[in-house]
């Protein structure tokens, strides 16, 4: 994938406040995150400014003496960017602003930032386009700035390649634009996962904190070359590719674009129809990355976000990935079946392939057939279509003795039943 970012990293000063209902450790995690999320934007973080309060400052987000404490550490570090990690509503932008020299942006801007640098794909970069447009909108007034701001640094990428008036009577005619050629893509998309549908193909969908590993685990299982990096939000756009079971059984894996805590409500929005293919799908792999400190906060907003997309009967495999980077407190905690794998070990791929398996006989039942040697072709779908467990040629009756699972919607077990034993 080609890096879409500016080549010159920035400095960058992030500013956290730590409220009355969060704890130390959970704060910390926070501020990690937000450092990762502004590698993955290009920027070096030179300073961290923090203040415990009550509440955010109506204002100014910190108070008045932590933002004359900012004001030196901007001189001090020269900063580029100073990046809070909250959203920031547009008079504190206005009123931070007007006393910083760097450009001041919060958790939000910084994450549709990412995103606007990751998306390749037509639909991704119109997403991420109606976000922006969405955050800016309220943000407009006597801010002085063009919104399509391409090639800049932290904060700076615009929504698209068209130049925009501030003007909201022009943002508003776009986002309607958008919206418009967005709902010719959704159709599109149903229409496709209809067709799936038809043909019977068992779909998974991958799904995850960001940065858990499923792009790896996706090429992996696929032979897939998804762009695959230790950084946040490294896939945006979905894609699905055909991933073949040990006992022969064609599946379409899906990986999408990773959750993250605080996720803005606009993206969650935005990119509601891509997620679709989750609701749409036979079985989801919740992939949870074993090795950080805080999985269980990231599998709880995984599920909150899950729930959120109203994904409901949808059968949910928690699959515990690196295993081989120890964390000494970690304990498996999820409340449908796991399995613990690392996406660099065949056998532990071998395994999470065995245990869908499994899943997937849970909703199956069992036939015992006996095809004449002229139906090869209903003994090739056999193979492909269904968990065939073992079939032997009788030379005798010159025959095909199998025995397997198949779904109970497929359209193969109408025929399966005129050759029952």
Same mark, same amino acid.
């Given at each position: ?30 501020? #990690?995150? &937000?450092? *990762? ?37 901007? /001189? ?8 809070? !990690?909250?959203?920031?509503? =547009? $008079?504190?932008?206005? !009123?931070? *602003?007007?006393?910083? %020299? ?10 549709? #930032? ?61 986002? /309607? ?27 998974? $969908? ?23 990096? !230790? ?5 945006? /756009? ?7 079971? =040990? ?18 409500? *606009? ?5 509601? $129809? ?18 950080? =400190? ?18 409901? #009967? ?22 449908? =079946? ?12 071998? %395994?999470? &392939? ?27 779908? &056999?193979?492909?279509?269904?968990? &065939? %467990? ?7 009756? /010159?025959?095909?003795?199998? !025995? ?18």
């Amino acid at each position: 994938m080609k890096n879409t970012y500016n080549d010159e990293i920035e400095k960058v000063i992030l500013v956290g406040c730590q409220f009355s209902k969060e704890d130390d450790t959970q704060f910390e995690y926070s501020l #990690d995150e &937000l450092k *990762s999320l502004t590698k993955t934007a290009n920027g070096i973080v030179v300073m961290t400014l923090s203040q415990k309060r009550e509440r955010p400052h109506p204002a100014t987000y910190i108070g008045k003496g932590k933002v004359e404490e900012l004001v030196n550490l901007e /001189d001090e570090f020269e900063a580029d960017v100073i990046i809070f !990690n909250d959203e920031l509503t =547009p $008079s504190q932008i206005r !009123n931070l *602003s007007a006393v910083l %020299k760097s450009r001041v942006i919060d958790r939000t801007q910084l994450i549709l #930032d990412i995103f606007a640098s990751r998306a390749n794909s037509k639909e991704g970069k119109l997403q991420v386009e109606l976000a922006q447009l969405k955050y800016s909108l309220p943000r407009l007034s006597g801010k002085g700035i063009e919104l399509s701001r391409l090639g800049g640094g932290i904060g700076t990428r615009g929504p698209g390649e068209t130049k925009l008036e501030t003007d909201r009577r022009h943002i508003h005619k776009r986002i /309607d634009e958008i919206k418009q050629q967005l709902s010719v893509i959704v159709q599109h998309r149903e229409r496709y996962r209809e067709r799936r549908k038809k043909n019977n193909t068992f779909q998974i $969908s991958l799904v995850g904190y960001t940065n858990a590993g499923k792009s790896t685990m996706f090429n992996r299982l696929t032979q897939a070359q998804s762009f695959e990096e !230790n950084l946040l939000f490294a896939t945006l /756009d979905p894609m699905t590719r055909k991933m073949n079971l =040990p006992c022969g059984l064609s599946t379409l894996l899906t990986d999408t674009v990773g959750f993250i805590q605080d996720l803005p409500t *606009s993206l969650i929005a935005a990119f509601r $129809s891509t997620l679709e293919e989750v609701k749409e799908a036979d079985l989801i792999l919740h992939v949870v990355d074993s090795s950080n =400190p805080d999985y269980f906060n990231h599998e709880k907003t995984v599920y909150d976000l899950l729930e959120e997309l109203k994904v409901e #009967d949808v059968p949910i495999l928690t699959v515990y990935n690196k295993k081989d980077i120890f964390n000494a407190h970690f304990v498996p905690s999820a409340k449908t =079946p796991s399995v613990m794998v690392s996406a660099f070990h065949n056998a532990d791929l071998t %395994k999470l &392939l065995l245990n869908i398996e499994a899943l997937m006989i849970e909703n199956m039942v069992e036939y015992r057939v006996t095809l004449p040697s002229s139906k090869g072709r209903v003994l090739s779908q &056999l193979k492909t279509e269904t968990i &065939l %467990k073992s079939f032997t040629f009788n030379e005798e009756m /010159d025959s095909y003795e199998c !025995n397997g699972y198949i779904f109970k919607n497929h359209t193969l077990l109408g025929t399966l039943r005129n050759f029952q034993q």
